[in-house]
Nanobody
Framework: QVQLVESGGGLVQAGGSLRLSCATS????????MGWFRRAPGKEREFIAA????????YYVNSMKGRFTISRDNAKNTVYLQMNSLKPEDTAVYYC????????????????WGQGTQVTVSS
């Protein structure tokens, strides 16, 4: 079992920045990749980015490149999502997720999910 807890969400003005954190616990050794997703009101869940814990290689959806950066601190068992130049359309609940084992796509096949953290960007 893997437990994920997101933090760092909040209310920010357009153009501002936030850094989300995802603390992991449990069977951390089994995690292959960590990903960030979001769900805006009335929309489907959307993949943002993912990072491989061993080696740190990353993958981003094209629309998020340049503004969002995923990183990890293996010593702290934490994955981060730095979000810059935020826009009102970035308002959503942001989730981190853990992928167990290799052989899956970057954007799907995640096994464990956090409870989410709300990000609200005001105009």
């Amino acid at each position: 079992q893997v437990q994920l807890v997101e933090s760092g969400g909040g209310l920010v003005q357009a153009g501002g920045s936030l850094r989300l954190s995802c603390a992991t616990s449990g069977s951390i050794f089994s995690i292959y990749r960590m990903g960030w997703f979001r769900r805006a009101p009335g929309k489907e869940r959307e993949f943002i980015a993912a990072i491989r814990l061993n080696g740190g290689s990353t993958y981003y959806v094209n629309s998020m490149k340049g503004r969002f950066t995923i990183s990890r601190d293996n010593a702290k068992n934490t994955v981060y999502l730095q979000m810059n130049s935020l826009k009102p359309e970035d308002t959503a609940v942001y989730y981190c997720a853990a992928q167990i084992g290799a052989g899956r796509n970057w954007a799907d096949g995640y096994n464990y999910w956090g409870q989410g953290t709300q990000v609200t960007v005001s105009s």
